[in-house]
């Protein structure tokens, strides 16, 4: 428990004052993500504790830098959970860069994001104001979603200093099956299953296997492997701890790692290459060294987006091209949070 | 600091030569008669007549009009279905008045992906039907889906009784076509689960039409569920319907929908459409669960088995579709319901944490015998939205003023327990100064700020959503002399 949220407001307000830039820092999990940026360090990982927590309203608040092994320690005691089953990165994520990041784990297809669940922000943005948005309740449209902008926003909008959360109760029954096929088969599949009402949590094709994840009541688990075909055989769990948290082989050593957000069943392209495929098609990981401008088109015919997710070269831009109006508009954006462009400056893009 | 636009103020017909320009003769209405349908939303209290209502059937017309205001310096209000409830849509009497009407096409179904792409103009419910082929739906499902349209349900964020499960409009929002003030076209998210930057799925959503005109959307489709069956129970008190509320969230089951009636609600419902509600009760659950056949069942047990222990004085589950229907039917015509034994009605829509439903439902007591109104209470109980009916006749002089004071004090009573007073239905118009409630000067600066960043002429559905920092100022000196 820590509350260090004056120390930081004043911090950001110094160095608006001064035009310093500060580099955003709290559990330092996800450093390898965006762009490399420079500025003084400020550390958040201080912040941090559960603030309140209702586990009848499904509700949990806590400040920016608790450590999420902690809130699942918390929530474990009342069978309940985060939802979108979040990386926890050797124990060092936080929920604050969890959300900057908008980083969730496969069962975020069928339980939402990081960002869908997230219900109120409090911040403090680039003039050094401390700003409350959204609150404790599920529906709030009172003012512009500010809370949930912040997903993805890797901090360039506001350093988060506390965060209101919905949970839902851990499913009481899971199975992980799996079936070898190759990766058309696999789009194929998962796609056709994914129309079904079955309690899948997480679909995810590596290795030539197709995975999958069910989860819920007893017996719409046991009902659903009935349904979902007797080629698939008992699986081992850990595989979805394991693409969590990219601690697999195909995720090892230094090649670049793109990441692809596309149609869930959009077409295999390169099939050549080493891919690993999670979200029932939507989200395709590819290692190896590409051209971005190539993977672009790729990921545009695909009806997504491609980004340079780890390694390679992280001064130049990372993040699919946004269109010129794009562009203009989250520049504008920006400015309206952080005018004088101090917080984590660049990091998401030149000048964003 | 952007206000609401200084426009100048334009003769109509001199205006619709230059509309004319880029539109067809009949897709701009000029005379009063066939404007005045336009004047006012589902809150007719507030009405305004535009100087011309115009009806565009494509992007590039919605662009050339977007163009063309900000050259002229005119406000401009896109309405929907006007089923809004704040006066979101109330037109600018010096402005005009886009109507998304025309833009109703289902463009395509793409059942492998589960993804409609449609035009903002489609009906909620349109969606569903041309997904029901294919055993998918449009999940977010409110009260009006029969007449609302998509572009107004992203305006404001809409739920619906099963949102508690399968969320909002913000949750089942893939991406959109929007163009913006100076008459850009903005490609927001695409076919994928997320997009590079900052998030305007999440900003668009709820932003009331003020950063721009959204004209086409992608909504995802899910699976119809299997099976589904409501639980419906009377309770003696609403504090013992309130536990059995949080009862059954905390013994892990996530219903499908989870809504309450007050008494009040309850007679009014059951005179309109017979559902079968029990007449006697003072308070009404209906819960809905979904899932495989089996799974249903035992939910529906353990269901049961709560309500009786928070002592249920009747409890009633769903044999048939059919009967599960006519169930939801007494819900779903809770507003029209009241509206038939009150000459008007005023909707307030009011979020709080769930465990304070009894001192709010308390409080709202208190203020109804205060005012000297009555009050209907219907609840999305499992999310904690709360609309409060207040019965009033606007034919008797005063009356209107004494609602919406009462329902002012509702929302203030709403904010003060850690919610919200908005839910779903908007600010609009309405609920302009209560913001100054909910939100610090700092605050109301930051969404300025935004606001100016889309919109820096402020053209875009001027007044309403957030109060510019004159009417702030305007609003604290009213209260201070009330006070003093
Ligand atoms: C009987 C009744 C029951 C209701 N039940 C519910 C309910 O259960 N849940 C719920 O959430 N709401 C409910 N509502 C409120 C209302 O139906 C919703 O707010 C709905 O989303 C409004 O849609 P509309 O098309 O009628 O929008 P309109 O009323 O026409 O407009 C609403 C707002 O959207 C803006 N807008 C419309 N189209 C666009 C566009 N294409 N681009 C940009 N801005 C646009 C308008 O400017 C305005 O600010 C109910 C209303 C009634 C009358």
Redesign the interface.
Known sequence: MGDIADELEATVRAAAASGKKLSIVAGGSKSFVGRNVSGERLDVSGHCGILDY??????LTVRAGTKLTEIAQCLEER?QMLPFEPPDFDGKATIGGTLAC?MSGPA??WR??V??VTLGVTLI?GRG?R???G????????????S??Q???MGT?GVMTEITLRL???P?ATATVFCEMDSRAAIKRM??L??????ISGAAWLGGSLYLRLE?????V???LGKVGPEFQPGDESIWMRIREQSLTFFEGNASLWR???????GHRIEDQSWLFD?GG??RWLRGEFEMKYLESLANDL???V?LYRHGDRAGEV??T??P??R???L??????DPHGILNAGR??HG? | MNASVNSPIYDASALATRFREILRSDQIIVDAESKRPYECDALPVYKAMPLLVLAPETTQQIQAINRLCNELKLPVVARGAGTGLSAGALPDKNGVLVSLARLCKIIEIDPEARIARVQPGVRNLAITEAAEEYGLYYAPDPSSQIACSIGGNIAENSGGVHCLKYGLTVHNVLGMEVVTADGEILQVGGCGLDTAGYDFNALFIGSEGLLGIVTEVRVKLLPIPEHARVVMAGFASVLSAGDAVSAVIAAGIIPAGLEMMDGFAIQAAEDFVSAGYPRDASALLLCEVDGSENEVLEHVEHIEKIFHEFGATSCRVSRDEEERALLWKGRKSAFPAVGRISPDYYCMDGTIPRRKIGTVLEAIHRLSDQYGLRIANVFHAGDGNLHPLILFDASVPGELHTAEALGGKILELCVEVGGSITGEHGVGAEKLRYMLTQFNDAELAQFYAIKDAFDPSGMLNPGKGIPTLRQCQEYRSIDASIRT
Do not use: C
């Open positions: 209702q586990p009848a309203e499904l509700v069978q908008d975020r297809p939402g994001s960002r869908d943005n104001q700003l409350r948005f609150g404790q309740v599920l529906k709030n449209v009172a003012g512009y979603d500010v949930r902008l997903a993805g926003a909008l839902l109760p851990t009481a796609n056709e994914a129309r079904l009402p079955l309690p819920g009541a007893e017996r719409a046991t009902g659903a692809f957000s596309v149609a869930s069943n959009a979200w939507a989200q009806g997504g987006q980004s993040f699919h946004q269109a109006a794009m203009n508009l989250q504008r954006l920006k400015n309206s949070f998401m893009y964003i």
